[in-house]
């Protein structure tokens, strides 16, 4: 449902029978359980309860049972002293009363006991009236859903989760349709900068780095959740060997790519080891200004990923400026293949990868759209008309991220995301 995430907007049918549709894919890909599998699974939680709450009353009935016992023989021995008393006032002196009072002493408190009884009792009534409604609620679910128990109803819902995983691996890549309207997840730091997620780390790693300014800036803010970037806290700080030129910088599997300040050379620094692992030159690229996207800031490299791995967006005086795309090994930072696209860099706001096709705004200011894809798997192009939505005005960071499937942006001192409308084309299991 749209509640999930998943949104189908268009589906029709190709020549050759397959099937195609266009779909927005959510953030996260989970299976929420049905209504009434929700109702089975409080239902169960409250026989828990009901069973743990037996155990208690059956802990302390036998404690107070035990105690009970104990006392049967002081209450047998009072009570035939008092008969005693009662035949023969004479024989009760001083010193049998005194023994009176203090067997009756002994048995204050099995007050307390009985009390509980009491409420033990009414426990004991509370406890049948909530077995019978769970009675009457299971049959009303049994006939409204069958004859399905809640062990079987868990793994159709598991089965359900896995179709759904095998779907969404099918679903991995597809062309760029749409863009939502944004949003702001925080205002903070100066005009311009960056911040992301890791690109390619399991989902349970939800840390967010920030990296505020484009120009000599060595700062890097890890935050541990996205919740404690919001809060501006729980961060350590990481202070980079060499400072970076522009905001072209991405996370990718636990280490910084960034454009070495006043150089051509992409650097990979890792965080846990804080240390700079290797550092590359990019043959020919312009820096310091020289081919930078239309804002400026010495955007001259800017290092993205995608589904398909690590690339490098540059240009060079070969090619008179128009954008380079670049595959890039993440281990050594060699290019390994590299692409043309004829697009001029400095007509360029921003760029980003989705499944191997770089998509370029026409600007970094208000009224700005997708104007232009370049498919590396076909070494081919094409424009676009995408509408992009320039809240604040100022774009001068704009990056995809395959794992969440979101674009991450910086906008006017204002950190913004954006979801993603992919066209795909699904296969059947047969292909």
């Known amino acids: 449902s749209p509640d999930e995430g998943w949104q189908?907007?268009?589906?029709?049918?190709?020549?050759?029978?397959?099937?195609?549709?266009?779909?927005?894919?959510?953030?996260?890909?989970?299976?929420?359980?049905?209504l009434r599998s929700h109702q089975l699974?409080?239902?169960?939680?409250?026989?828990?309860?009901?069973?743990?709450?037996?155990?208690?009353l059956d802990l302390r009935t036998y404690r107070d049972l035990q105690y009970v016992r104990n006392t049967e023989s002081l209450m047998k021995g009072l009570d035939s002293r008092l008969k005693v008393a009662a035949e023969s006032q004479k024989s009760l002196n001083a010193k049998s009363f005194q023994e009176l009072k203090d067997k009756m002493t002994e048995l204050l408190p099995l007050l307390p006991v009985l009390?509980?009884?009491?409420?033990?009792?009414?426990?004991?009534?509370?406890?049948?009236?909530?077995v019978r409604n769970l009675s009457v609620s299971l049959l009303a679910i049994q006939e409204e859903m069958g004859a399905?128990?809640?062990?079987?109803?868990?793994?159709r819902v598991l089965m359900l989760e896995a179709r759904l995983h095998a779907c969404m691996q099918k679903l991995g890549c597809g062309k760029l349709t749409g863009v939502s309207n944004p949003i702001t997840i925080r205002a903070s730091?100066?005009?311009?900068?960056?911040?992301?997620?890791?690109?390619?780390?399991?989902?349970?790693?939800?840390?967010?780095?920030?990296?505020?300014?484009?120009y000599k800036g060595r700062r890097v803010l890890e935050f541990r959740t996205l919740n404690d970037f919001v809060t501006g806290q729980n961060f350590v700080q990481h202070l980079l060997p060499h400072p970076w030129a522009g905001t072209g910088h991405v996370v990718f599997n636990g280490s910084l790519y960034y454009n070495k300040y006043q150089s051509n050379i992409a650097v990979k620094y890792h965080f846990r080891s804080r240390s700079v692992l290797v550092q590359r030159s990019l043959a020919g690229a312009g820096y310091n200004n020289t081919f930078p996207y239309s804002w400026g800031g010495f955007s001259d490299i800017d290092f993205m990923v995608d589904e398909n791995g690590l690339w490098a967006v540059y240009t060079t005086n070969q090619n008179a400026g128009?954008?380079?795309?670049?595959?890039?090994?993440?281990q050594t930072?060699?290019?390994?293949?590299?692409?043309?696209?004829?697009?001029?860099?400095?007509?360029?706001?921003?760029?980003?990868?989705?499944?191997?096709?770089?998509?370029v705004t026409n600007s970094h200011l208000a009224g700005a759209k997708i104007y232009f894809a370049y498919y590396t798997n076909t070494s081919s192009y094409e424009y676009t008309d995408i509408p992009?939505?320039?809240?604040?005005?100022?774009?001068?960071?704009?990056?995809?991220?395959?794992?969440?499937?979101?674009?991450?942006?910086?906008?006017?001192?204002?950190q913004v995301i954006y979801n993603v409308t992919l066209f795909h084309v699904i296969k059947t299991s047969g292909e």
């Open 388 to 414: 992009f939505h320039n809240q604040y005005s100022h774009i001068s960071m704009l990056d995809y991220n395959p794992r969440e499937r979101v674009l991450y942006t910086w906008n006017n001192g204002h």
């Open 8 to 34: 189908v907007y268009t589906s029709a049918q190709a020549p050759d029978g397959k099937c195609l549709c266009t779909a927005v894919i959510p953030v996260q890909g989970t299976c929420s359980r049905d």
């Open 322 to 330: 128009n954008i380079v795309v670049s595959r890039v090994d993440p």
């Open 41 to 56: 699974r409080q239902l169960m939680e409250k026989v828990q309860n009901i069973s743990q709450s037996m155990e208690v």
């Open 148 to 155: 399905y128990d809640y062990e079987e109803l868990q793994q």
């Open 333 to 359: 930072l060699e290019v390994l293949r590299s692409w043309d696209t004829g697009y001029p860099k400095r007509s360029a706001g921003e760029s980003f990868m989705i499944c191997g096709t770089l998509y």
């Open 115 to 130: 009390d509980q009884y009491k409420s033990d009792t009414r426990l004991i009534v509370h406890l049948k009236e909530e």
């Open 189 to 214: 730091g100066s005009r311009f900068g960056s911040w992301m997620t890791d690109t390619m780390t399991p989902s349970a790693d939800t840390r967010v780095w920030y990296m505020d300014g484009y």
